[in-house]
T-cell receptor
């Protein structure tokens, strides 16, 4: 089955700096890669996703890149703000099943 | 209107008891899921279910069983609760194809004492 590794597990940045979270996946058939943000005590919420026919996608301060050859994808947050502080999860899914496999999460702390 | 709703939000119970968590979605999604989030925040799939197929993660003890009275509901029943079952349980739903993400419920924090 699919295995998703996520790094780092914790990340502390100064407000205004950029943050990068990286994930690798094992199943070359995976073709959908969403990112979720989970604030303390809340549900995970989808913030951006990318499909395998695209190498990069951007939405305001958030961007995701995908390298299918290397089987890794990354989340980039620019101009970080204190409200970006949360746990971020990457995930992967393939056509054979409809389940997302999640990475272990990254706790992002943005210091004012 | 809440898209995916779970009840109860908090559940405290004694070891050995049997309990159920309910989940309902009003999005018209074809597939529903249960995930367990442990104290280290890791999200682990337990079940995936649509009206045709139940997929069970083989690591889930058979004390856990999903029950779906209809397409909009997927309840989680747990028998003989153990201390290690304490976690937050999230229900989620998605469209039937593979190119869309999940919508999660608000979670149920289960504490077994």
């Amino acid at each position: 089955g699919e295995n998703v590794e996520q790094h780092p597990s914790t990340l502390s940045v100064q407000e205004g700096d950029s943050a990068v979270i990286k994930c690798t996946y094992s199943d070359s058939a995976s073709n959908y890669f969403p990112w979720y943000k989970q604030e303390l005590g809340k549900r995970p919420q989808l913030i951006i996703d990318i499909r395998s026919n695209v190498g990069e996608k951007k939405d305001q301060r958030i961007a995701v890149t995908l390298n299918k050859t290397a089987k890794h994808f990354s989340l980039h947050i620019t101009e970080t703000q204190p409200e970006d502080s949360a746990v971020y999860f990457c995930a992967a899914r393939n056509n054979a099943g409809n389940m997302l496999t999640f990475g272990g999460g990254t706790r992002l702390m943005v210091k004012p | 209107d809440t898209a995916v709703s779970q009840t109860p939000k908090y559940l405290v119970t004694q070891m050995g008891n049997d309990k159920s968590i309910k989940c309902e979605q009003n999005l018209g999604h074809d597939t529903m899921y249960w995930y367990k989030q442990d104290s280290k925040k890791f999200l682990k799939i337990m079940f995936s279910y649509n009206n045709k197929e139940l997929i069970i993660n083989e690591t889930v003890p058979n004390r856990f069983s999903p029950k779906s009275p209809d397409k909009a509901h997927l309840n989680l029943h747990i028998n003989s609760l153990e201390l290690g079952d304490s976690a937050v349980y999230f229900c989620a739903s998605s469209r039937g194809d593979s190119n869309y993400g999940y919508t999660f419920g608000s979670g149920t924090r289960l504490t077994v004492v």
